[in-house]
């Protein structure tokens, strides 16, 4: 190679193209973002998606309703129970059955539960991301007290089907309130720790305060949904809204914040934990000790183990819904839940078949990744990735 | 519970009273509405549900597309909207034939439909005329067909 060869041509200097992932450790999962930069300035962000796409939608068609259940812990897999709630409440409304309210109080539960994980999840890797290497470790030792809760309650660690159309897959195992009230007593502590190691912070604020900015016009004009929606300031959550397993007999409050930046979301996410906490202790009382965990639906729900053993039409109804399942009549429903990431919705089309003629997951990852542009134009390359923890995406959810 | 009141839903009323084509069909089911509209008018009543300060449906949750196929017209979009202010849903939904369907985007009104868009293209193969950047975005570019569509099998060409 000459020297006139690497020689700058005359004329405007053109920016640089850098492709962040699709692996780099900030991206969680397999993100790819091409930015284009000035120095260290970013001048657009486009964001390349699908790289974990299964095409679970595709696949549900050719599944039983009771089936696809299993595909929608592997949506988003760090809050498994939403994904099953979800489903199961489409389900439920398109057949038109209303489940006991025990199985409701525990699906309340449990899915705050899972709320409290997924957001340890999401604390521990933004604040790693940002150089915050202790929270991490506390954040998964609590997390993982929750998936010993799962385990005991389901059977599995992450991939737990739990929820099943009609109410729940198995009576919970004795004792199991009391390790929900062990990680309950211990997590106002836990989170206060975790506030303290950050909420005060210089060197978190200077990384978070002000960064990635979103007004509330902005949000609600790129359907941006969940904490982040919150943290702009509009206090649409759809356990309010839209109330659904009896979310309305429970006392919480909407948290939101009017700062609309990094730090925002964190305070929201933070405070939304503790709300959860609420509602677990709520529940823990609501529940009652006995009673059906599952709705009765000759035909649709299946039957208890002990009928099934004992009575010929038991016998029957069994093998037929796990054999071909139940068809719910022609019709198209939307159930939205509030998942922790935002407004989950399950779109689901029946033609009068065993098997949905059409699943949509409307994935609340999917939708907020679209606003990643709006939070890190015009600024540095760092807040690039804390703009992209932040929004905190699943990419199991974005590709589905 | 089938509805009985049919189309006596206030929304759909406004809807009607501003422009009786706009509404070609009123569907409910288990409570919630889902209002056909011809594909030529849907910009405009997205533009009039959006921006109508009695209504402000300003939050587009999801865009998805139902393949009817083999009956015409084929593809059923629906839009679901959202009013944040008056705390209501509203499904509209438009059907396009099987033959080159296309139909103008609503990214003008709602922001967020790009991406929306984009994967409604990529797996059911829907063109939306005014879309900057028209692109697949679940599968891989050099993809072949849309995989969603009802004549596409589940196991792919092989």
Known sequence: MTISSIETPAGPAQPMVLNMGPQHPSTHGVLRVILELDGETVLSAKSVIGYLHTGIEKSCESKTYSQCITLTDRIDYLAPLSNNLGFCLAAERLIGIEIPKRAQYIRVLLTELTRISSHLVWLGTHAIDLGAMSVFLYCFREREEIMKIYEYVSGQRMMTSYFRIGGLALEPPPGWLDRVQRVVDAMPGHIDEYETLLTENRIWIARTKGVGMLSAEDAIAMGVSGPLLRASGVAYDVRKMFPYSSYDEFEFNIQTDNGGDCYARYKVRVAEMRESLKIIRQAMDKIPSEGPFRAELPGVIPPSREEMKTSIEGLIYHFKIFTEGFAPPPGEVYQAIESPRGELGVFMASDGSPKPYRVKFRAPSFVNLQSLPNLCVGRLIADVVACIGTTDIVLGEVDR | ?158
């Open chain 2, 1 to 158: 519970m089938e509805s009985k009141d049919l189309g006596k839903n206030p929304v759909v009323q406004k809807l009607r009273d501003w422009d009786p084509q706009a509404v070609a069909e009123v569907i409910e089911f288990r409570g919630e509405t889902t209002v056909v509209v011809p594909a030529q008018q849907l910009l405009r009543a997205a533009e009039y549900l959006a921006t109508e300060p009695s209504l402000r449906f300003t939050f587009l949750s999801d865009l998805t597309i139902v393949d009817r196929f083999p009956i015409e017209p084929r593809f059923e979009l629906n839009y679901q909207l959202l009013s944040l202010d008056r705390r209501e849903r509203l499904r509209l939904q438009v059907r396009l034939a099987g033959a080159e369907p296309t139909i103008a985007s609503v990214i003008p009104v709602w922001p967020t439909a790009n991406w929306h868009e984009r994967e409604s293209f990529d797996l059911f193969g829907v063109r939306f005329h005014g879309h900057p950047d028209l692109t697949r975005i679940l599968m891989p570019d050099e993809w072949e067909g849309h995989p969603l569509r009802k004549d596409y099998p589940v196991e792919g060409f092989r």
